[in-house]
C-alpha cells in the first residue's frame, strides 16, 4: 500500500509536519511558514458556538421502515406503502448542560430525527417525555435561564430552578416525569421517544388529523436511580456515547416501534381538555396507539464534529401530508429552530452533507452566503417569476388549512373543560408503584429543600398538594426533614 502524502488545504504536499521554518537553527520563526500559519489559524476557529439548549449529543444513521398502512390519515409519500424504507439521522441529547457535561443526569433527552424522503427532509425535533415544563415560547428563555448557571455564581442553582417552578403551576407534570424512574435513562438505546407535540396530518382527500408520535424502545426501558447515575458520571462521562457507538460497532442495532394516536381534527375544539397544550397527554383510551412502523440505527458517523454537532434540525422542516398545529410551543419552535441553526451554521446549513437531502432534488432561487455551495448553471436565475423555466410553485399546501378567528392580541389558551395544571401530574402519581413514589419523593425532596426561600418551597408544595393530596403530604414530610437535619 502505498503511503499517503500529507498536504496543505491548498493541496501542496508538506514537507515537514514536524519542525516550523525558522531563521536558521534555533532562530525564530518565520511567517512565510504557511503550513504552519494554516494549522494555527484553523486551530482557533475549529468550534462553533453550541447549541444553547441540547448541546451535549450522540448520533447515528439508520433507517424508518414502514410496517402498517396509515395512508388513510396522511400523504406522506415515505410512509405511503408498507415495507417502505427511509433513510434516516437521528440525534439524541441532554438539555441543560454544556457540550462538556456529563450523560448519565438528570434531565430529559432530546430526540430527534431527520428523515431523507424523496419529498424533501422531514424533521421530528421532541424528548424523551410526552410532555414538557411550559405551554408558551414566550416563557422559553427564561425558563432556560432559570436552569442554566447562574450568571453571578457560575453554577446551576436550585433556588433560579425550583423558583421558576414555583411560579409556572403547568410544569408540575413535567417534574414528576422529571424527577421519576425515568428521569435518568441508563442509556439512549433504552428510553422511549415522543414528538411531544401535536402535529397534524392530512390525508389524499384533504381531510385532517391530529397526531401525536410515540417511539417505544424495543430494547425495553432501562433507567438509573439518583445514586446509580452519579457513580456512572465518576466511572465514564460518555456513558450514553460510548454505549450507543458500541452497539452499532457490534451489530447490535437499537430499534423502536412508532406508534401514533389520531384525533380526528373536527374533535379537537371540544375535547375536554386543550389537546394542543403540551404540558398535558391524550389518555390512551381516548385515543389508542396505532402501529407505524419500525426505526432502525445500524450506522455510526465518520465524524463527530461534521454529522453530529453539525446536524440541524427544525420541526418547519415537513412534507406533503404533515404540517403544525395550533400548538403554541410548537409555533415558537417552528422559528427559534431554524433561526439557532442560521447563526451557529450559517445560512447555507442545509447544504453540509449531513443535512443535505438524499432523495429529492434541491431547486431554488438561493445563491449566496457564507459557504454557498448551490451555483446552478450559468442559465440559471436566481429571481422569480422568470421567463427561463425556473422552478416554480406547485400551488398544493403541504397541510389542510387551520380556520382562525378572532382579535389580534395576547391570550391564554382558550379554556377546555378540564384543564388544568395539576390533574395528570396525580394520574402519573397515582400509576406509581410503592417504590417508584418513594424514589420520586426523594428526588423532589433532594432538590426542592436546597431553596433558601420559603416562599418558594411552599409555593412547589401546594402544587404537589393539588396534584394528589398523599403526594404533597409525602413532599412536604420529607422536604421538612431534610431541612431539619
Given at each position: 500500500?502505498?503511503q ?5 488545504e491548498?493541496g ?6 514536524q ?9 525564530p ?5 504557511q503550513?504552519l500559519?494554516e494549522k494555527?489559524?484553523r486551530?482557533n ?10 448541546a451535549r449529543?450522540?448520533?447515528a ?7 402498517d398502512d396509515?395512508?388513510?390519515f396522511?400523504r406522506?409519500?415515505?410512509?405511503s ?12 441529547s ?10 448519565a ?21 421532541g ?12 416563557k ?5 435561564h432559570s436552569q ?10 436550585p ?8 411560579n409556572?403551576?403547568?410544569?408540575t407534570h ?12 441508563a442509556?439512549?438505546?433504552h428510553m422511549?421517544g415522543?414528538?411531544s407535540h ?6 389524499a382527500k384533504g ?20 445514586e446509580q447515575?452519579a457513580e456512572?458520571?465518576?466511572?465514564d462521562?460518555?456513558s450514553?456515547?460510548?454505549d450507543?457507538l ?7 442495532n437499537?430499534s423502536?416501534?412508532l406508534h401514533?394516536?389520531?384525533m380526528p381534527?373536527?374533535e ?5 381538555f ?20 419500525r ?14 454537532e453539525q446536524?440541524?434540525?427544525s ?34 446549513h ?14 431554488h ?6 459557504h454557498a ?16 423555466a425556473g422552478p ?7 397541510a389542510?388549512?387551520v380556520a382562525?378567528h378572532?382579535?389580534?392580541?395576547t ?5 377546555h373543560a378540564?384543564?388544568d395544571?395539576?390533574?395528570q ?8 408503584s410503592?417504590d417508584?413514589?418513594?424514589r420520586?419523593v426523594?428526588?423532589i425532596a ?6 433558601t426561600?420559603d416562599?418558594?418551597?411552599?409555593k412547589?408544595l401546594?402544587h404537589?398538594?393539588?396534584a394528589?393530596a ?11 426533614a431534610?431541612?431539619e437535619?
Open positions: 500500500m502505498s499517503r502524502v500529507l498536504t496543505t491548498s501542496a504536499p508538506v514537507a515537514d509536519n519542525n516550523s521554518a525558522t531563521a536558521g537553527a534555533g532562530g520563526l518565520l511567517v512565510q511558514d503550513h500559519l494555527l489559524a486551530f476557529r475549529e468550534r462553533i458556538p453550541e447549541r444553547v439548549v441540547h449529543g450522540s448520533g444513521y439508520g433507517y424508518f421502515e414502514v410496517t396509515v395512508t388513510g396522511t406522506a409519500d415515505f410512509l406503502e408498507v415495507g417502505r424504507r427511509t433513510e434516516t439521522f437521528v440525534r439524541f441532554t438539555v441543560a448542560d454544556s457540550l462538556g457535561g456529563a450523560d443526569v438528570r434531565d430529559p433527552r432530546g430526540f430527534a430525527l431527520k428523515f431523507y424522503t424523496n419529498e424533501g427532509n422531514y424533521d421530528l425535533v424528548n424523551n417525555t410526552p410532555v414538557f415544563f411550559i405551554k408558551d415560547p414566550l422559553f428563555p427564561d425558563f432556560i442554566k448557571r447562574d450568571p453571578f455564581t457560575g453554577r446551576q442553582e433556588d433560579n430552578v425550583w423558583d421558576f417552578w414555583a409556572s403551576p403547568e410544569s413535567q417534574i414528576t416525569w422529571l424527577m421519576g424512574d425515568r428521569g435518568i435513562p442509556s439512549y438505546r422511549n415522543f414528538g401535536t402535529y397534524q396530518w392530512t390525508n381531510e385532517a388529523f391530529f397526531v401525536k408520535y410515540h417511539f417505544r424502545t424495543n430494547q425495553g426501558v432501562r433507567s438509573l436511580s439518583t447515575g456512572q458520571v465518576g466511572k462521562a460518555n450514553h456515547q460510548t450507543l458500541q452497539a452499532i460497532e457490534r451489530g447490535v437499537p423502536w416501534t401514533v394516536q389520531v381534527a373536527a379537537a375544539a371540544d375535547y375536554r386543550n389537546p394542543f397544550d403540551v404540558t398535558k397527554v391524550w389518555p390512551h383510551a381516548d385515543h389508542p396507539l396505532q402501529r407505524v412502523g426505526l432502525v440505527l445500524d450506522r455510526n458517523p465518520d465524524n463527530v464534529f461534521a454529522e453530529v446536524a440541524a434540525f420541526p418547519n422542516n415537513f412534507v406533503p401530508g404533515i404540517g403544525p398545529s395550533p400548538d403554541k410551543m410548537l409555533q415558537g419552535r417552528l422559528f427559534a429552530y431554524a433561526d439557532a441553526q442560521r447563526y451557529r451554521l450559517g445560512i447555507n442545509t447544504q453540509l452533507p449531513v443535512n443535505a437531502p438524499r432523495a429529492a432534488v434541491v431547486d432561487y438561493g445563491r449566496d452566503g457564507l455551495t448551490r451555483y446552478g448553471s450559468r442559465q440559471d436565475k436566481n429571481y422569480e417569476p422568470n421567463s427561463y416554480a410553485q406547485t400551488g398544493q399546501a403541504l389542510a388549512p382562525v378572532g382579535w389580534t392580541g391570550h391564554e389558551a382558550p379554556a378540564k384543564d395544571d395539576f390533574f401530574a396525580g394520574e402519573l402519581y397515582r400509576l406509581m410503592a417508584e413514589k418513594d420520586l426523594a428526588n433532594g432538590g426542592l429543600s436546597q431553596v426561600r416562599d418558594v418551597i411552599e412547589n401546594a404537589f398538594h393539588a394528589d398523599d403526594y404533597g403530604r409525602r413532599v412536604e414530610e420529607a422536604v421538612r431534610l431541612r437535619d
